[in-house]
């Protein structure tokens, strides 16, 4: 019934729907970003060539932006560029976007990585627990610590982590990536120092770029673990209310295994999405954490480009950051069905 | 035996801790100077698109210009490239005979058709700086005509323009005059881009330095350069971070990771006053803030109402304990300490004079109006303090905030009651202010120069002919005198409030010396740790 060549129509089908799918979402997010960008009340001229320049550089910087144009005709010039995967120049490096966003991005990566690890290695456990003992002292504990997660500002914990483990302790080195002895001793090669100074088995750097990378990820882990433990309590509260566990409980079951195997594992399709969640908003940068810790990541650069109305920078990120998320959800599907072959 | 041993591991005990003491205190390489700074504004170190703090610090390290200020001396202008020049009897043809001997970093010699080259990229390649040149009456078509080299050693130029020789000179000495190795860069060229690709992230000048690495957002890297005339300066890398947070670079300077903070605001600065590990250098900037009258609004078209607020700001209260150390009083559209200033500000606090004033214009019981400014400290600790100060008189203002950016775009566009400005001049010559705070020839709203004095509507016939005719003064001790007229002639009838002159403070370890902060420009010459 089911031939090959009608089952690869159906997949291609299927492959060729979400990939118009996606262009289109991409496509709505360069016009709301473009609309947006033409509504605030900045002149991208001015904020290109500064306050000072002459009425004639400013004319000339008009013409260059293509702002003499009818607003229409920019969007599909620029769409047009786009899609030959022409992002144009960033007005406040004065680079091709692209290069940009290839050397602030790994800088993120490497620290959303690492964050979400801690906020998924710690933050499910402490979930579950709070749960087993819903309403102890566990409970609370961990939820005196999620709520610190949330409620203490990033910035103030940032320097004060830098103060007593840096400052004080001498634990770990200071803001930035690298310390200037060790600065451009490795070849870039994925940009991210750490699996740079590994592929170039130095060590030293590796240890310097890891020493460098501890506290601002240790901050993002504790946020994404606020969260992360947060859902994971509740999902688990409502597995734990469900009959099967009665009945598993009543079957003489151990608690542990209750909750181990049969909560945990209902509750997993849930706290996956949770994760995969908490990974997508690390990677769209955290401005405050990198401003604290010198951390040229994509967060300050966002920051950076809004400020300075700087279009092609903040559509080019914006783009980015929507694919993160495109490519997110296409890996935790995959992860679902290994995770639970009921959504395969 | 044994004393003589415990004696000696005590000496090796004592020995080993000043060591460690040392390597504590002293964390950045002896001949490396590394320096935490706001670094991303930087766009191009070419000198051709050049505009803005960070890649003009550094370009005054990495190049040279004809006529420059000196580490060894900034206090005046002397010889950089050129050993001597003349100026035609009419000024307008300038001869500069360069020194010999002298070579690019790159090994080439300098010769006037490096100069030649520089200066006709800077015009053609007609980016934003291309105006500072572009002021002597060249253009991209009549460029080639008006400079040439004479020979090797001679370098002749002409001008369009009735400028006075020191401001010729002052120009000249803009770093987007500086001379680049015509040969170096003429191989690089891309389809006639003048180099431009090329140029920006590095140098081929034949300053003390050569710009080595620049990852923007993160780190500009210097090398010294052994051919460098004066001798190879004593750091053999400079390096600039870029620490966005002013806490992180004090915490960075207090560890020793960083021999030079220069982002930190008053209150961290007193904080590290005290330290003996940290010296503070304080130097005046060319930087000013004042607030801008539009005279499209009501009252202030009346003198007397500009007359009475301008002595409604407490501008002793505000500099000594608001803006501790970060500014000084000044209100003159030229700041002082610097070639023609006035150095004087005739107005104080008085509201009784101020009450006087406004009862004569026929506004005893006050006003209100809305000053623009941007949501930037100390902008905004400035505008509070004046609305506070303004209201003892029953003038009521409102302070409206917005972006920075935006500020700038309402400012542009005459979109304002009054405004809370800030300038800094583009070379150091009093008619860079002059020439956008007095100057406006053309009052209509297409105006093909829309100075600060055509934002704020100002049109005002005797200072325009007063600005230009210090323009062309060629006695320099009649020019002096004559821009410091015009300064108080601004002071006592312009729509302009002069409140405050930034001061940079630079917080270093102890051990770095000779640190040199100019006029508007920083050395890293000489430094010495």
Redesign the interface.
């Known amino acids: 019934m089911h031939s090959p060549a009608k089952r690869l129509y159906a997949i291609a089908k299927l492959s060729a729907g979400s990939a118009i799918s996606v262009a289109l979402t991409l496509l709505g997010l360069i016009f709301v970003t473009f609309a947006v960008g033409r509504l605030?009340?900045?002149?991208p001229v001015?904020?290109a060539?500064?306050?000072?320049?002459?009425?004639?550089?400013y004319d000339?910087?008009y013409r260059e932006l293509g702002l003499d144009r009818p607003v229409y005709e920019q969007f599909s010039n620029y769409v047009g560029k786009v899609v030959h995967g022409d992002f144009g120049n960033s007005v406040?490096?004065?680079?091709p976007v692209l290069e940009?966003l290839a050397?602030?991005f790994p800088a993120t990566l490497e620290l959303a990585t690492i964050g979400i690890l801690i906020g998924i290695l710690v933050g499910v456990p402490l979930g579950v627990v709070a749960a087993a003992n819903n309403g102890r002292w566990p409970d609370h504990v961990v939820r005196v610590l999620s709520l610190s997660g949330y409620s203490v500002p990033v910035f103030w914990l940032g320097?004060v982590l830098?103060?007593i483990f840096?400052?004080k302790l001498d634990w770990v080195a200071?803001?930035?990536?690298i310390?200037?002895?060790y600065?451009?001793l490795v070849d870039e090669w994925s940009g991210i120092l750490a699996i740079d100074a590994l592929r170039a088995g130095d060590m030293d750097v590796f240890r310097n770029a890891l020493s460098h990378m501890i506290l601002p990820a240790t901050l993002l882990g504790l946020f994404s673990l606020a969260y992360i433990s947060r859902m994971t309590r509740s999902f688990m509260l409502t597995q734990l209310n469900q009959e099967y566990i009665t009945l598993a409980r009543a079957k003489g079951t151990s608690e542990r295994a209750v909750i181990w195997r049969h909560a945990l594992k209902n509750a997993r399709v849930q706290i996956i999405t949770v994760c995969f969640l908490s990974y997508g908003f690390l990677l769209e940068g955290a401005v405050l954490t990198e401003?604290?810790?010198?951390w040229?990541g994509l967060g300050?650069?966002m920051t950076?480009a809004l400020?300075?109305?700087d279009l092609n920078a903040v559509i080019g990120g914006t783009i980015l950051i929507g694919a993160v998320f495109i490519l997110l959800n296409a890996l935790a599907d995959v992860v679902y069905r290994f995770a639970d072959p009921r959504t395969a | 035996m044994k004393r003589r041993q415990f004696l000696g591991s005590v000496a090796a005990a004592a020995l080993f801790m000043s060591l460690a003491g040392g390597v504590a205190f002293a964390k950045t390489p002896a001949d490396t100077l590394v320096i935490a700074k706001v670094i991303d504004d930087a766009i191009s170190f070419d000198p051709a698109e050049s505009y803005e703090d960070t890649s003009s610090e550094v370009l005054h390290n990495t190049y040279e210009t004809l006529v420059e200020y000196d580490a060894a001396d900034i206090s005046k202008l002397s010889g950089g490239i050129a050993e001597s020049w003349s100026f035609s009897a009419d000024n307008k043809t300038v001869t500069f005979r360069l020194r010999s001997g002298m070579t690019f970093a790159s090994g080439n010699p300098v010769t006037a058709n490096d100069v030649v080259y520089s200066f006709t990229r800077v015009v053609k390649a007609d980016k934003t700086p291309a105006f500072i040149l572009k002021q002597f009456g060249w253009s991209g078509e009549s460029v080639g005509t008006m400079i040439k080299a004479v020979d090797d050693q001679t370098f002749e130029m002409t001008i369009a323009v009735d400028y006075a020789p020191s401001l010729v000179l002052n120009i000249l000495s803009s770093v987007n005059a500086s001379v680049v190795d015509s040969k170096t860069v003429i191989a690089n060229e891309k389809d006639g881009d003048f180099g431009l690709a090329y140029l920006k992230d590095k140098s081929e000048g034949s300053g003390p330095f050569v710009l080595k690495t620049w990852k923007p957002n993160q780190t500009v890297m210097l090398q010294s350069n052994p051919a460098y005339r004066q001798g190879e300066p004593a750091m053999k890398r400079v390096i600039l971070r870029h620490v966005p947070e002013a806490a992180s670079q004090r915490l960075l300077l207090e560890k020793g990771d960083v021999d030079i903070a220069s982002n930190l605001p008053g209150d961290q600065i007193a904080a590290l006053e005290g330290n003996a590990d940290i010296a503070i250098s304080r130097n005046n900037t060319t930087r000013n803030l004042y607030i801008g009258l539009s005279q499209t609004v009501e009252p202030f078209t009346e003198p007397k109402v500009r007359e009475a607020l301008k002595y409604l700001v407490d501008y002793k209260g505000m500099t000594e304990s608001l803006l501790k150390g970060e500014f000084t009083v000044l209100q003159s559209f030229w700041p002082s300490g610097f070639y023609a200033s006035v150095d004087e500000n005739p107005y104080s606090y008085d509201v009784e004079k101020a009450k006087a004033l406004l009862a004569e214009a026929g506004y005893k019981d006050g006003f209100a109006f809305r000053l623009s400014v941007r949501n930037v400290s100390p902008a905004i600790d400035i505008a509070q303090a004046v609305e506070q100060s303004m209201s003892a008189a029953g003038i009521k203002m409102e302070i409206l905030q917005t972006d920075q950016k935006q500020f700038i775009t309402a400012y542009r566009e005459r979109q304002f009651e009054a405004a809370l400005g800030t300038w800094e001049p583009d070379f150091l010559d009093p008619h860079a202010n002059a020439a956008t705070f007095a100057h406006n020839l053309d009052n209509g709203p297409s105006a093909s120069t829309k100075t600060v004095a055509w934002r704020n509507s100002w049109k005002d016939d005797t200072i325009n002919a007063l600005t230009d005719a210090a323009v062309r003064e060629s006695d320099e001790t009649k020019r002096i005198e004559m821009y410091k007229d015009l300064q108080r002639k601004v002071m006592a009838d312009g729509p302009y409030i002069g409140l405050v002159q930034r001061t940079s403070q630079v917080a270093m370890r102890s051990n770095v010396k000779d640190y040199v902060v100019g006029p508007a420009m920083i050395f890293y010459r000489l430094v010495r740790k």
Not at chain 1, 49 to 57: F, L, N, T, V, Y
Not at chain 1, 92 to 95: A, D, K, N
Not at chain 1, 174 to 177: A, F, I
Request: aromatic content about 10%.
């Open positions: 605030i009340p900045i002149d001015v904020a060539i500064g306050e000072k320049a002459p009425q004639e550089a000339k910087m406040f490096t004065g680079r940009d050397s602030v320097i830098l103060l840096y400052g200071g803001p930035g990536r310390d200037i002895a600065d451009g401003t604290v810790f010198s040229p300050l650069y950076n400020f300075n109305a």
